[in-house]
């Protein structure tokens, strides 16, 4: 049976005031979204980094080892730091940038206390086999869905696979509400802990740390002490912005309305850059319902990249580079494999942006139409 009181969750939303009407929305969507993932406890954070911090306090990872891919968000790092564990990154698989099991299976040890498994771009990490090689030892895993919420992986939900998972509603997510964010767990045991810390006035202790993380942040970094005092000194504040609130239900509801829709063109985007000669594409399987949060494909040849940059930008399609590796923003990291496929990813990678909110997909597919076409004869010709 599905535990979770919205009325409850929706008063820990309201803590930065908010009338009974709000109240009552607030309630009406948490059920909305608690019955999407049919997960038995959702609870508000203010961030996906928030609600990764909430999270490890309640695993209780201090002085112990948190194991991360190298390829992702410096947030997941901060986060850890802040919750006084030691991030280890391990390298990343070729095939799809989600944490490598051979890299994991070497770094794991009884002082792991919990692997932080990133859908990376949106593609579903393989957290079965992760289950598998942490079960020996008392380690959690948590699904940071941050990218990926709104696909399936089998059956399951996006986000609902881990001991924990974590969503965020930040910049460039697929529901952008600039802030916000929701844990979900099955665990009625992890769900209590959670809540004692969320309740708990836990900023000071953040504040407390961030001599800590500051000094592990490489100053060059933008990532560095000026930077995360300016830009992220609420950055671990769990409220959600009376604001973001009020947007949640008519950006929640344009999402899911237009899910189905996205998913069918993602499909799309895949056939068409398959079809493009010295473009390699990564593990996604169009049979299977997930949404990449950007559809990404690796250009093995330096040649090749110039010209897509060209074409993309005269077809007017957006896209991003991965994120550098992690060893980049952070100097005390611990490493302990090679990460020859993540350095290898973070040049060759390129990602398509789309917004989930509406037929952008669609737009980005007629564009994908024509760019194949100019891309295919000129790569003939080189
Ligand atoms: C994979 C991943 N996890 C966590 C976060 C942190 O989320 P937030 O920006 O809501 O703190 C991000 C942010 O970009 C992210 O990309």
Redesign the pocket.
């Known amino acids: 049976m599905i535990i979770l009181t919205a009325k409850i969750v929706s008063i820990g939303l309201n803590r930065n005031g908010g009338d009974q009407q709000n109240l009552s929305v607030q309630a009406e969507i948490l059920t909305k979204i608690r019955d999407f993932f049919q997960c038995k406890h959702l609870l508000p954070v203010g961030?996906?980094?928030?609600g990764?911090y909430t999270c490890l306090r309640a695993i209780g990872v201090r002085k112990k080892k948190v194991i991360l891919p190298v390829l992702?968000?410096p947030?997941?790092v901060i986060a850890v730091y802040a919750a006084g564990g030691i991030p280890v990154v391990v390298d990343v698989s070729e095939n799809d940038y989600n944490i490598s099991l051979p890299s994991l299976k070497r770094a794991m040890d009884h002082d792991v206390k919990a692997v932080i498994a990133?859908d990376?771009f949106g593609y579903p990490a393989p957290i079965r086999e992760i289950k598998k090689i942490t079960a020996p030892y008392q380690c959690f895993v948590l699904e940071?869905a941050?990218?990926a919420y709104g696909g399936k992986s089998g059956n399951e939900k996006i986000g609902t696979r881990g001991d924990a998972g974590?969503l965020?509603?930040?910049?460039?997510?697929p529901v952008d509400l600039l802030?916000g964010?929701f844990l979900l767990t099955q665990s009625d045991t992890l769900a209590q802990r959670l809540k004692q810390i969320i309740s708990q006035w836990w900023f000071y202790q953040v504040k407390s740390k961030r001599n800590e993380i500051a000094l592990n942040l490489m100053m060059e970094s933008k990532y560095s002490l000026f930077s995360y005092l300016a830009r992220y000194f609420f950055?671990l504040d769990y409220n959600w912005p009376l604001r973001q609130i009020q947007l949640l239900p008519e950006k929640w509801t344009m999402f899911i309305n237009h899910l189905e829709k996205n998913l069918k063109n993602m499909s799309q985007v895949h056939g068409i850059i398959s079809e493009c000669r010295g473009i390699n594409t990564f593990g996604y399987d169009p049979g299977v319902n997930w949404l990449p949060w950007r559809y990404s494909f690796k250009i093995p040849d330096g040649t090749n990249r110039m010209v897509f940059e060209k074409l993309a930008q005269e077809n007017k399609i957006d896209f991003t580079r991965l994120y550098p590796p992690l060893d980049r923003h952070f100097k005390n990291l611990v490493i302990n494999c090679d990460l020859d496929h993540a350095r290898d990813l973070a040049s060759t990678v390129y990602n398509l942006t789309y917004s989930l909110e509406n037929d952008n997909t669609a737009i980005l597919t007629e564009k994908l139409s024509v760019f194949s076409h100019q891309w295919n004869s000129m790569i003939a010709k080189t």
Do not use: A, E, M
């Open positions: 961030s996906g980094t928030s990764l992702t968000c947030n997941i990133v990376s940071d941050c990218h974590v965020s509603f930040g910049y460039s997510k802030g964010g950055l």
